[in-house]
């Protein structure tokens, strides 16, 4: 087990990358600390598996350098770096046993039959797949596959860092919270650093101490689910976090205070910066209806179980709140609050606003 | 999944029509000639089984099929190992990959004739590229018209040359299509060149494996047009093969009886031992 | 370069070699070839070529080849579509006995058929003509092309095919229209080995010919027993032989690797 750390990472598929829209990686400085839970999360082509390849050697980064504690390994192969990675599609060797599968990384590096025997055993127990040890693989379910490759990874004491590629794509529905909460509860147990990409939000909060969101190969933001949901750093976390999206709204900047629709809007704390392009951000959890405040016609109502989302028209902008009991009728003419902590400027979709009192 | 429909019939109806006139009408006729005997002029004889028996007893054919065995089995296990060894090597992407699977698919494309003829020419003492090179080059006496070892590893050679580029084609199509995971995965446990090829190669190429050997195998064991058009079945009868015999018998000799029951023993051996490969090759995905 | 990409090298020179002396003798003169060895055309000729493009015997024995031998891709492939969408799409009485029973039909060894063939394609009064070597031919394509399409058939989802009668397409409107371009690549790989198996094929045609539909390479036959040693018009007609190969091969060259691959066992 060891702390990662990247610098300076870059990399092309481009032999000649001119441009930075050349990058499939813009420019990584990171430090996975040792033992973490971590996340990378972001949509599909934003890096993150690019980024993946990288730390388990598959790939070599067009510039910068991947340390594990300190050592660079940045030539290495994959077999010289420790790690283990667990692929979208469970990767098993079709014709050996169950019990083979698992014990297949460590016969490849010599460690001897009764330290096999006792890992394998040991994994199997955490995986709850004791009692298949002796069935060929190829006759495993999807889930059991997934499984075995992640007990596969598991299975050596010694590795620095297990990652997982979108484990979760192929598992029915029914099946994934099981397996998601056995992961955790693994993560738990062997206390290794892991590594875990995702597209989807639910997987990556439920499963992260740490979750990293990547857009467009950068990294827009680090912090705890709670962080992430609380106070983004980028609209785009805001927009991609969160079940609907935080609401994006343009705004005027004008003597340190913020308009929205030619009304004032109040603010979480003191507005940094000048010029570009201002949007106020904030979650529908934080709007109410109020007696008075903005002006809004509602549009439309969605009930989705627990709550239910209105939609009002501020003058010609959409605005989303999350309501819990009664809630207006469609075309009803409403007023709107945004709840000041909760309420903040974005310019050029980085934040712009210091944390209130 | 699928769904009853008898009306399917219909469908299939124009293949089993064509396919029956050219397999049942013949397969009658030759069924007819094995248990009669004729003179000519149309006047038949029943004849039972004797056909059949005399067929199984005789040495020729013990003698024509054991070469046939040792034909099939000796191309077997050159081209199938060669034809994978030769596809595990090629690049997975790269512009010279369509131009090598071109020309390595021309082979199979010449008339069967041709590409006996074409042997004969290249084979030549004093005239071929090949007999020159051995005979006045690298001093080895080699002539197929006269030694019947030097016959038998020139329809080997030729076999080879004729058909490994079918094992090639289809091992490398199922190389082709196993995801990049699978290696990586490999790479990251650690697995050797060998164990990769033992565990993950291999067992994806199962069913394209089964499908080449089934086809070569078939194919020569009915062998008939390079083989004859290059020795003839020679020297002596060295390189007779089943067909090669069977065609003797029955257009040489015009012994219509024993050729019949000769042609209903051969096709009666391809099928068993067709079916029996491939009952050894997907046995496992039974279980 | 990699030290391992040296073997598909060897192997690619190795079957060129013998193609290469072919090409080569047949831009010799009788003279040069009788003389001695020569590794290049030391007086270059055309004139074996002259002989075949002058010979009606010769340049009919090539377009008959080129005749029969589409006819029977053609008859082939088109039976064989429907065929392969039943097995692909439809379970009913004894599918998997007729499935297999076609198959056995690619095993039969061409030698078995010969005599019973000439005996009834003379009955039917089609002996020598183009279509009876068509139709003959069908005994081993026909079940080759039912195999190749309903593996690609297989690969395409039965939604397609609800998804058009829900929109109210006729039967023959869909499998015209929608699911034939679908399949287009299987289509081509089929008729491919058709092409291939009829056009390499030489038993059956020699034996269902005599003036009228006498295949090129047949001819050749003739030649090099009665004529005695005419190696370079040997080697000319030879080469002439492997163009329409050549040609069709680098129509499918990027489907052919997949071709077999798809079929089912």
Known sequence: ?357 | MKTENAKAWFFVLPVLLLVAFNALVPIMTVVNYSVQETFGNNVFFWQGLDWFEQILRSDRFHAALGRQFLFTFLILIIEVPLGIIIALSMPKKGIWVPVCLVLMALPMLIPWNVVGAMWNIFTLPKIGLLGYLMNDVLGIAYDMTQNPLAAWITIIVMDVWHWTSLVVLLAYAGLVSIPDAYYQAAKIDGASPWKVFRYIQLPKLKTVLTIAILLRFMDSFNIYTEVFVLTGGGPGNSTTLLSIDLVKIALGQFDLGPAAAMSLIYFAITLLVSWLFYTLMTKDDAK | MRKRSLIPILYVAFLMLPIYWLVSMSFKTTNEILSGFSLFPQTFTLENYAVIFTTPTWYWGYLNSIFYVSLNTVISVSVALPAAYAFSRYRFLGDKQLFFWLLTNRMAPAAVFALPFFQLYSSVGLFDTHIAVALAHCLFNIPLAVWILEGFMGGVPKELDETAYVDGYSFPRFFVTIFLPTIKAGVGVAAFFCFMFSWVELLLAKTLTAVEAKPIAAEMTKTASSAGYELGLLAAAGTLTIIPGAIVIYFVRNYIAKGFALGRV
Request: charged letters at 25%; hydrophobic letters at 40%.
């Open chain 1, 1 to 357: 087990m060891a702390k990662i750390t990247l610098s300076n990472l870059r990399h092309s598929y481009a032999p000649n990358p001119q441009s930075a829209d050349d990058y499939a990686l813009k420019q990584i400085d990171l430090d996975w600390e040792d033992g973490g839970a971590y996340a990378l999360l972001g949509p599909s082509g934003c890096g993150k598996s690019t980024l993946l390849n990288i730390i388990s050697g598959l790939l070599v980064p067009s510039e910068g350098r991947i340390l594990f504690d300190d050592r660079d390994v940045t030539g290495l192969p994959p077999d010289q770096r420790n790690i283990a990675q667990v692929f979208q599609f469970p990767v098993i060797y079709d014709t050996m046993s169950v019990r083979d599968n698992l014990a297949f990384p460590l016969r490849n590096r010599g460690v001897e039959e009764g330290r096999i025997a006792q890992r394998v055993a040991e994994i199997a127990r955490m995986l709850d797949v004791e009692d298949m040890l002796d069935v060929r693989a190829s006759h495993l379910s999807p889930d059991n596959k997934q499984k075995i490759s992640m007990g596969r990874g598991l299975v050596r004491d010694d590795v620095n860092v297990v990652m997982f590629d979108e484990p979760l794509t192929v598992i029915d529905p029914h099946l994934k919270w099981k397996l998601r909460s056995k992961l955790k509860e693994l993560h738990q147990r062997v206390r290794a650093t892991m590594i875990y990409v995702t597209h989807d939000q639910t997987e990556a909060l439920t499963f992260a101490d740490q979750v990293v969101v990547m857009q467009q190969g950068e990294v827009v933001q680090i912090g705890t689910p709670v962080e992430l949901f609380e106070r983004p750093q980028h609209t785009f976390v805001g927009h991609f976090i969160g079940s609907p999206g935080m609401n994006v709204l343009p705004a005027v900047q004008a003597d340190g205070r913020a308009t929205f629709q030619g009304q004032p809007v109040a603010l979480e704390g003191k507005i940094t910066g000048q010029g570009g392009a201002t949007e106020l951000g904030i979650r529908p959890e934080f709007v109410t209806f109020a007696d008075e405040g903005l002006e809004a016609r509602v549009r439309k109502v969605s009930d989705v179980g627990r709550h239910s989302v209105v939609e009002a028209m501020v003058g010609d902008t959409a605005v989303k709140a999350v309501v819990e009991g009664d809630v207006p009728e469609q075309g009803a003419a409403v007023h709107l609050h945004f709840a000041p902590k909760h309420t903040r400027l974005y310019r050029d979709g980085w934040i712009a606003t210091e944390v209130g009192p």
